[in-house]
Nanobody, 128 residues
Framework: QVQLAESGGGSVQAGGSLTLSCAAS?????MSWFRQTPGKDREGVGS??????????ITYYADSVKGRFTISQDKNTLYLQMNGLKPEDTAMYYC??????????????????????WGQGTQVTVSS
C-alpha cells in the first residue's frame, strides 16, 4: 500500500492559480486527482499513467478543467497545476494511486473504485 500526502491547497480569488502536490511513499504508474464537495460524489479531475514499453505518459482531464489544469508527475510526487480557478472548483482535492495501470485508461480513470490508495485531501476554496 502506498502512502499519499497532499499539500498546496488554500483560498484564492477567481482567476487565480494554485499548485497541488501529492507525495507518495513510492512511485505508482497510475495516479489521479479527484475532488469532492459535500453531498456530491467524488469527481475525477485528471489522471496520468506511464506506458509500460515506452515510458511515456498519458494524461486525461475532466471536460470542466481542460485547458486550465495540468497534471504531472516527477519521481514520487504528483502535481496538479490549476490556473484560471473558478468558484465551482471549490472542493476537497484528493490524489489516488492504483497498482493497476488500466485504472488510468481513458474509459476508467475517473472511476474512484479503481484506485487502491487515497490521500487525506487538501481543501481548495475559490471566491468570486
Amino acid at each position: 500500500q502506498v502512502q499519499l500526502a497532499e499539500s498546496g491547497g488554500g483560498s484564492v480569488q477567481a482567476g487565480g492559480s494554485l499548485t497541488l502536490s501529492c507525495a507518495a511513499s513510492y512511485r505508482r504508474d497510475c495516479m489521479s486527482w479527484f475532488r469532492q464537495t459535500p453531498g456530491k460524489d467524488r469527481e475525477g479531475v485528471g489522471s496520468i499513467y506511464t506506458q509500460f514499453y515506452t515510458g511515456g505518459t498519458i494524461t486525461y482531464y475532466a471536460d470542466s478543467v481542460k485547458g486550465r489544469f495540468t497534471i504531472s508527475q516527477d519521481k514520487n510526487t504528483l502535481y496538479l497545476q490549476m490556473n484560471g480557478l473558478k468558484p465551482e472548483d471549490t472542493a476537497m482535492y484528493y490524489c489516488a494511486a492504483s497498482a493497476d495501470r488500466s485504472s488510468c485508461y481513458s474509459g476508467s480513470w475517473y472511476i474512484p473504485t479503481g484506485y487502491n490508495d487515497w490521500g487525506q485531501g487538501t481543501q481548495v476554496t475559490v471566491s468570486s
